[in-house]
Nanobody
Framework: QVRVVESGGGSVQPGGSLKLSCAASGSFSSLLALGWYRQAPGKQREAVATISEDGDYWHAESVKGRFAISADKRRNMVFLEMNNLQLGEAAVYYC????????????????WGPGTQVTVSA
């Protein structure tokens, strides 16, 4: 099993910055397909950024150049550095763990944390 917990959310003004953290814990040796997603009220959850075990990353077009995903494999943590936040980016931000490795086997988990609220207001 894997437990996912996000932290670092808060309230900022437009143009402000936040750094979100995601900690994964449980019985596994590695993680794969980690990502950050967000869901604003009345909208569907959308992918913001993902990172692979090898460190290959993807960012949504709307956040490129402002957000940066990174990971600390030794601590099983994923981060999302967010700069120049805009009003429309207020949402609950979620961390997702796609796969865990136990022994020599990768196991699909699609584990979500409870989310962390990001508020952007003038």
């Amino acid at each position: 099993q894997v437990r996912v917990v996000e932290s670092g959310g808060g309230s900022v003004q437009p143009g402000g910055s936040l750094k979100l953290s995601c900690a994964a814990s449980g019985s596994f040796s590695s993680l794969l397909a980690l990502g950050w997603y967000r869901q604003a009220p009345g909208k569907q959850r959308e992918a913001v950024a993902t990172i692979s075990e090898d460190g290959d990353y993807w960012h949504a077009e709307s956040v490129k150049g402002r957000f940066a995903i990174s990971a600390d494999k030794r601590r099983n943590m994923v981060f999302l550095e967010m700069n120049n936040l805009q009003l429309g980016e207020a949402a609950v931000y979620y961390c997702n763990v796609g796969y865990i490795r136990t022994g020599t086997t990768w196991r699909h988990r699609d584990a979500w944390g409870p989310g962390t609220q990001v508020t952007v207001s003038a």
